[in-house]
């Protein structure tokens, strides 16, 4: 897979279906207002896209899931200059678990 939209075709079929947006320190479900705390999720997968020539188009899809709130969903993200501010908690939260 070489783009970020195959990533999210691949982890839709997967069943990761809720799109998470950070909000200072949870993450956020736009579908049913649900927050979500670093405790309560792991993240299962996350690729990296480097752009070839833009900078702006580094980017990280996280595949993220919660057996508190049976759910999974996906998460995306720019990392370096384009990333945004995690609290400590998040940046924790974030790195892949086995």
């Not at 736009?30 to 702006?56: C, M, T, W």
């Not at 580094?58 to 999974?72: D, R």
């Not at 998460?75 to 086995?98: M, P």
Request: net charge negative.
């Amino acid at each position: 897979m070489t783009t970020v939209s195959e990533v999210i075709s691949k982890l839709q079929k997967e069943g990761y279906t809720v799109d998470f947006n950070l909000k200072d320190n949870c993450l956020e479900c736009h579908e049913n207002a649900l927050q979500i705390y670093p405790d309560e999720f792991i993240v299962d997968k996350h690729y990296r896209f480097e752009g070839q020539s833009d900078p702006a188009d580094e980017a990280i899809v996280y595949a993220i899931s919660s057996t508190k709130h049976n759910l999974k969903g996906i998460l995306i993200n720019g990392y370096g200059a384009s990333s945004d501010q995690f609290t400590d908690d998040l940046v924790r939260a974030l790195r892949e678990r086995q």
